[in-house]
Each structure stands twice: as C-alpha cells, then as structure tokens.
C-alpha cells in the first residue's frame, strides 16, 4: 500500500499548460479508472477537481483535464493562470475498499 | 449541501488514544451513496487515507493504521468518530473528514481539517 509517486514540483508561465504525473502499481492505478485530483491551496481543504481519470464535477474548469496509461495518471492544467498556484494531490483505489494518495506535487506560476 | 465539521483535542500525549468527531450537515450519514472518511495530512508532507465507514457500519482502514484505527458513527447525532490509539509525534497532523462518493471512489466533499499534536 505505499503512496502514489508524483514529482515534488512542477511549474509554467502563465496561459502555458504543465502536466503533473501520478506513478502507481497495477495494484492500483493500472488496475482501476478510479483515479482523483485534488487541489489545495495553503491553509485550505483539499477541493476535488478531476475523478474517474478524467471526469470534472460541476463548477470545474474544462482547463483541468486527466488521463491515464498504464499505471500512471495525468493531470493536465492548460491557459495556466495565477490562481492555479497550488498542490495537486492524485489518489486511487487500490482495491479491497482502500484509497491510497500520492505524495502531492507543488504548482508554480511562473 | 453536505457540509462536514471535525472536532476533538488539538494534543495529545504520547501513547494516549486522539480521539476526534465529523459533524455532518446537509445529509444523512444514514443514507446510501457515502463512505464517510478520515484523511490526514501529516506536517509538509501528502494525504495519507486513514479509513472510512459506510452507513451500514462496516469499516475500512489503511492497512498501516489498521491494528490501531476504529471509526464509528453515531447515526441519532449525524456524526462519525476516529478513534486513533497508542499514538507518538509521527501521528501530529492535519486531520481532515471527508465524504466519498461511492461508485466514484472520490472526496467530493471535506471538512476544513483539525490539527492534532502529539506531545507530552
């Protein structure tokens, strides 16, 4: 059950896009289209942006779009701008009813 | 809207159980459709799923936590509890409750999180 593996950071130019990589196992990510985004800027609840890989709830820019090969998960940001400046966390079922998150990768705007 | 709230000691002493309560609002932690969940986020570090529990009562918890883990619900409040034992300083987090949507496996909806120290 170890954490999803995502880079510690990643950055862009504002209206750039930039794409955050989720690392898994076929235990979880490889194994299932229940993979999640979450968004966090500092000092705030974690706000869910993408599930089942690719799906946004309401209320969620098209700008943020998800995918998946193998077992790693993308999360693409296009037409970056400065309120995008945050953490990303991805997350998976791993079966068994359990979740497992990645380690969270840190957005900048540059 | 579900709106979810923690509560409970912001420290606790090494060894000694954290306990802490989710106060659900807006829904019923009675219904279908949920697993309430408790995540936490330990000091510059990522989320880490601690467990969850269905409105049928049936648990699930993180393989790593599991032998020291119990989440219960008290349904004539709409609330759910961790109950957290044997703890040390490696347990000091943001501990946040969640609600997952079943069939999704996702948090669509959190709490805004409590902080817990762990020290004597």
């Known amino acids: 059950h170890s954490a999803l593996t995502q880079p510690p950071s990643a950055s862009g130019s504002p209206g750039q896009s930039v794409t955050i990589s989720c690392s898994g196992t076929s235990s979880d990510v490889g194994n299932y289209n229940y993979v999640s985004w979450y968004q966090q800027h500092p000092g705030k609840a974690p706000k869910l942006i993408i599930y089942e890989v690719s799906k946004r709830p309401s209320g969620v820019p098209d700008r943020f779009s998800g995918s998946k090969s193998g077992n790693t998960a993308s999360l693409t940001v296009s037409g970056l701008q400065a309120a995008d400046e945050a953490d990303y966390y991805c997350?998976?079922?791993?079966?068994?009813?359990?979740?497992?998150f990645g380690g969270g990768t840190e957005l900048t705007v540059l | 809207q579900v709106q979810l709230q923690e509560s409970g000691p912001g420290l606790v002493k090494p060894s000694q159980t954290l306990s802490l309560t989710c106060t659900v609002s807006g829904g019923s932690i009675s219904s279908g459709g949920s697993y309430w969940s408790w995540i936490r986020q330990l000091p510059g570090k990522g989320l880490e799923w601690i467990g969850y529990?269905?409105?049928?009562?049936?648990?699930y918890y993180n393989p790593s936590l599991e032998s020291r883990v119990a989440i219960s619900k008290d349904t004539s409040k709409n609330q759910f509890s961790l109950k957290l034992s044997s703890v040390t300083a490696a347990d000091t987090a943001l501990y946040y409750c969640a609600r997952v949507i079943d069939g999704v496996a996702a948090a669509g909806t959190w709490g805004q999180g409590t902080l817990v120290t762990v020290s004597s």
């Open positions: 529990i269905r409105y049928t009562g049936i648990t």
């Open positions: 997350c998976s079922y791993a079966g068994g009813n359990t979740l497992v």
